[in-house]
């Protein structure tokens, strides 16, 4: 009977309250708790309790949002508005204060809002068949940043081939290399991001 059940005083464990009962002894209750811990149930319970706290406190947002976060990082390298040094100080003030990679870089003074923005955008272009444009491989977002340029009219194709060749032998990033090429220059460049920004939320 319902009723009856409420009147149980439950045991340390889910055995006991399942076969306790309102007249049931302390001492069959402990049995039945000793039961449940013999055959692991308690430590198995207890086990899961403690996997969901660490899991709760240590993944403040999914694995998706983690690839995003550093391919925004490396995009903005790429385009050469932030340096690696740049990035590699907003991870580690990121890592003290928390947040989003992209509002640690504001909040040092390296990027702006605006180009925050644009750079959130630039990192979801899909392509006409709907897959990503920006995966997370060699020159991956140097071939984005050019892309985007060229077809903006900033670069020619033949200074983005030179670019990035140039990048190839030389290394470094592919706004770097454009603006030691002379094809655009750094306030170009970034005047360029921001003016997409608004073209990409008109």
């Keep these: 009977d319902f009723n009856e059940r409420l009147l149980v005083l439950p045991g340390l464990t889910g055995l006991a309250q399942v076969y306790g009962n309102y007249n049931t002894p302390p001492r069959k209750k402990l049995r039945y708790d000793l039961i449940y811990i013999k055959n692991q149930s308690f430590w198995l ?3 899961l309790i403690l996997i969901s706290f660490w899991i709760t406190f240590t993944f403040k947002w999914s694995e998706r949002e ?3 976060e550093r391919l925004i990082g490396q995009i903005m390298t ?3 508005v932030i340096s690696d040094e740049q990035l590699k100080n907003a991870l580690e003030h990121q890592k003290v204060w928390g947040g989003k990679i ?3 870089l504001i909040q040092l ?3 702006s809002q605006p180009e925050l923005r644009h750079f959130l955008n630039l990192q979801v272009v899909q392509n006409g068949k709907g897959s ?3 995966k997370n491989h060699n020159n991956g977002n140097s071939k984005l940043i050019g892309q985007i340029l060229l077809e903006s009219g900033a670069i020619t194709e033949e200074q983005l081939k030179d670019g990035l060749e140039n990048q190839r032998v030389r290394g470094g990033k592919i706004g770097e290399n454009l603006i030691k090429k002379g094809y655009i220059s750094e306030s170009e460049l970034k ?3 921001s003016k997409q920004l608004e073209m ?3």
């Design 45 to 47: 319970d207890l086990k």
């Design 66 to 68: 983690k690839r995003v």
């Design 78 to 80: 790429e385009a050469g």
């Design 102 to 104: 992209g509002e640690n």
């Design 109 to 111: 003074g390296y990027i």
């Design 132 to 134: 990503w444009i920006a």
């Design 191 to 193: 005047q360029f991001l």
């Design 200 to 202: 990409n939320r008109a």
